[in-house]
């Protein structure tokens, strides 16, 4: 089956620590991108890639940081430098071409600071 | 900036109603409109997308229409179901630079058996 896998779907912080997040995707699309939602609200960007070794901040990427060394990876790394870490993080991938540019997202990880 | 703005921000109905969600934004440069639709603690899945050259889209009972000139969407959901029960989230792409989607706050539904 053909989709995005983020992983894992919940996950415990402490204060200053690091954590990362996994996000797959085997679609073959170039593009892929980081939401933060908090509650009640929309999707906010983080990072997004349109290519590999290549990535731009979001709206709100102070405190995160990524890495996009394969085509089908793009993990998010929320660094002890994000205050307020506890969210809903989506992940979505989608096609640079013209024809198809539908985003496709994954089920989310929800981190809660402990 | 783009700001996506959805009206209303909850709607209650009776199984078996016609409705309709609305969904405006402030840049008419987009490249595209998706709906999307999301259940309490799930991620995303997409509803129907919109390229900013075409006027609507429909897929069952569902119809989306996009009037780019004025910065405006709505979402035609035809005899309504509980099983329609979720959040409904708009989001448009810049036809220019940066694709990534700039979404709304989302459409809190619930359909009452």
């Known amino acids: 089956d053909g989709g995005i896998t983020q992983s894992p ?32 609200q929309g ?11 290549d990535f731009q901040k979001g709206d709100i ?7 996009r060394e394969k085509k089908e990876s793009f993990p998010l790394t929320v660094t002890s430098a994000q205050k307020n870490p506890t969210a809903f993080y989506l992940c979505a991938s989608s096609s640079k071409t013209a024809a198809n540019t539908e985003a496709f997202f994954g089920q989310g990880t929800r981190l809660t600071v402990v | ?12 109905v009776p ?16 490249y595209n409109l998706q709906w999307f639709r999301q259940d309490p603690g799930k991620g995303l899945t997409s509803l ?6 075409q006027r609507e889209q429909t897929s069952g009972r569902l119809n989306a229409s996009l009037d780019k000139s004025s910065g405006r969407s709505t979402l035609y959901i ?24 700039t979404f709304g706050s989302g459409t809190r539904l619930q359909v009452q058996p």
């Open chain 2, 1 to 12: 900036k783009q700001e996506v703005t959805q009206i209303p921000a909850a709607l209650s």
């Open chain 2, 78 to 101: 035809a005899a309504s179901q509980p099983g329609d029960s979720a959040t409904y989230l708009c989001a448009v792409s810049r036809d220019t630079g940066r694709r990534a989607l």
């Open chain 1, 9 to 40: 779907k919940y996950l415990f912080r402490k204060e200053g620590q690091n954590v990362t997040l996994s996000c797959e995707q085997n679609l073959n699309h170039d593009a892929m991108y980081w939401y933060r939602q908090d509650p009640g």
């Open chain 2, 48 to 53: 129907l997308l919109i390229q900013s050259s």
């Open chain 1, 43 to 53: 999707l906010r960007l983080i990072y997004y890639s349109q290519i590999v070794n």
């Open chain 2, 15 to 30: 199984e078996g109603e016609n409705l309709v969600l609305n969904c405006s934004f402030t840049d008419s440069a987009i």
């Open chain 1, 61 to 67: 990427a102070e405190g995160y940081s990524v890495s």
